[in-house]
């Protein structure tokens, strides 16, 4: 169909505009024409679109037919004939200009893979059209007065003007660098800027001599330094560093076959650019070693330490309390605080999300292996970006609970041997009373009248006896035979009250219970009795010593 045709063309624009490019060129209208780019695909829209318009509305394709009833189909054609007229363009170049037009959209049809009926038959049908388009825009170029053209001219050349000016004013203010060379690269054209950058008689030069790059046809500067890239260079005088970008002129009119080179000085931003990566490298750095100390700490803490989130999910553990728990090398990271927790203390630390508090409780805690230990659970709420975190400190109290219970039952084990020694010496206080009595009453009623006899007599062998009787009650007081006297007198107080208890048939650890000393005094104190009653040496125990003799 006709219209397929007319929308190839839009879908082929840039072979349109190298077509066109190309015929301009060959019918010498190139170099007189001021059409930019996009005057070009206004141009070919013009001429197109309406014929779309026309065929949509099923209108028959015959030069009759549209010459009498739709000549609106060539009135985007008139305006550009007018717009051109009054820059002084003849009617010569105007349709010139409209033919090579017409002959690159020859080439398209010419070049498509219809079938060759096809392709003639679609080529009649639009060359009919534009025949009737360039008619109608002929007959009303004719129309037009001589005055009206002048005056059209005048104010379009002024409009022209002003553009022209206030466009030169622009490229000479602007503070970037701004060369316009031609095919070769030589300089033809510079603003301000350049001149006081480079100077004028830098007008002709090649312009590699400028921006510090080596000579290369332009094209390849164009791919490498395209406008949009805004590469960085820096210029053969190390005095800047710029932005280097190309703009080819034929990106504004076809006419042009030159460049525009645009260079930003951006030296100060460099300058803190490198500053900003120096401080950003020293502040990664120092935060790379501040991460790598708090890992080593973190990891090689002597408690568990736990990271959760607001579920309570673990989202990081240290070594120590992957171990506590019995997870080893898999990690906690992933399970859910209630699995390691008992419900009671689980619940205390859900409660800590809402404290901002450090608070600690004490719970039992679940392994891997299903055993539970006894532990001391620091919590404290904190936030990372925007999301909070519950940072779990779990120490281990099962030694502390074993001594705790140690010292419990040693406590209670103390309160008891307490009374008992209370009540030991409840008794040897009564039995000392009832010595103490026994001895009063025997110094009483024997001792002293011995001691009156003794005193009275003047018998020598009375007297004599009375003495030995004397000797004998004393040391009857102390429960041990006369017989001892010499040898028990060497003895200290204690000595003399172990020989007592020996006597009495106590063993060394009720003795050192009820004197309150150590089973190591008490074998020293037998030792040392042993070597004052001169039985080192011989095979006769103590108890049997003390009551036999």
């Known amino acids: 169909m006709l ?7 839009i879908e ?52 009759a037919y549209i010459m009498k009833n739709s000549r609106e189909i060539a009135d985007s054609l008139i305006m550009m004939a007018e717009r051109h007229k009054a820059r002084g363009i003849t009617a010569e ?19 498509s893979p219809a079938q060759s009926g096809e392709k003639l038959r679609l080529y009649i049908e639009f060359r009919r059209m534009l025949d009737c388009v360039e008619s109608i825009a ?16 005048e104010r379009t050349d002024r409009i022209l003007t002003l553009a022209k000016n206030k466009y030169e004013n622009i490229f000479q203010v602007t503070s970037d660098i701004v060369l316009v060379t031609d095919s070769e690269g030589r300089i033809l054209e510079m603003n301000r800027a350049a001149e006081e950058k480079f100077g004028q008689n ?41 932005t280097l970008g190309v703009v080819p002129l034929k990106k504004v009119s076809l006419a042009s076959a030159g460049y525009v080179i645009i260079l930003s000085d951006i ?15 020293e502040r990664t750095a120092a935060l790379s070693k501040s991460e790598n100390l708090f890992r080593s700490l973190f990891s090689s803490a002597g408690e568990g330490i736990i990271l959760a989130d607001r579920n309570l999910g673990i989202v990081q553990s240290n070594e120590k309390a ?47 292996r299903g055993d539970s230990f006894p532990a001391n659970v620091t919590t404290s709420k904190l936030t990372l970006g925007s999301e909070p975190f519950l940072h779990l400190i779990v120490r281990d109290i099962t030694q502390q609970k074993l001594m705790e219970e140690n010292i419990l039952h040693e406590k209670a084990a103390a309160e008891e041997m307490n009374v008992t020694l209370r009540n030991v010496m409840k008794t040897i206080g009564k039995d000392k009373e009832e010595t103490e009595r026994t001895i009063a009453q025997r110094i ?3 001792i002293l009248p011995s001691m009156q006899k003794l005193a009275a007599e003047d018998n020598i062998e009375i007297r004599k006896m009375y003495a030995n009787m004397i000797k004998e009650q004393l040391s009857s007081l102390t429960g041990i035979n006369a017989a001892n006297s010499a040898s028990l007198m060497k003895l200290s107080k204690a000595e003399i009250q172990i020989c007592q208890l020996i006597q009495a048939g106590k063993s060394s650890k009720e003795i050192g219970d009820i004197m309150n000393i150590s089973f190591e005094t008490m074998q020293t104190h037998r030792k040392n009795i042993r070597k004052k009653l001169g039985l080192n040496g011989k095979d006769l125990n103590l108890y049997s010593f003390l009551t036999n003799t």
């Not at 007959?139 to 005056?151: N, P």
């Not at 921006?211 to 800047?240: H, S």
């Open 3 to 9: 219209t397929d045709l007319l929308n190839g063309f």
């Open 12 to 63: 082929e624009m840039e072979t349109f505009l190298d077509g066109w490019t190309r015929h301009m060129e060959a019918a010498g209208y190139l170099e007189h024409t001021t059409a930019k780019r996009d005057d070009c695909i206004r141009s070919l829209l013009g001429v197109i679109e309406p014929m779309k318009k026309h065929l949509a509305e099923g209108k028959p394709v015959e030069f």
């Open 93 to 111: 170049m105007f349709f010139g200009c409209f033919k090579t037009l017409i002959h690159s959209l020859d080439d398209i049809i010419l070049s």
């Open 138 to 153: 002929i007959s009303k170029w004719d129309k037009q007065s001589r005055d009206d053209r002048m005056k059209m001219l």
């Open 202 to 242: 830098a007008i002709g030069s090649a312009v590699w001599l400028y921006i510090g790059l080596q000579p290369m046809p332009m094209g390849e500067l164009l791919k490498e330094y395209p406008a949009q890239a805004q590469k960085e260079v820096r210029l053969p005088d190390n005095t800047a560093i710029v």
């Open 267 to 281: 030296t100060c931003m460099v300058e803190h650019r490198a500053r900003l990566e120096q401080l950003v490298n």
């Open 322 to 368: 992957d171990t506590m728990f019995g997870f080893g090398s898999i990690g906690l990271t992933g399970i859910n605080c209630a699995k390691i927790f008992h419900p009671d203390g689980f619940k205390t630390i859900k409660n800590s999300f809402a404290d901002t508090d450090i608070s600690s409780t004490e719970t039992m805690c679940v392994t891997t």
């Open 444 to 446: 009483t009623t024997q």
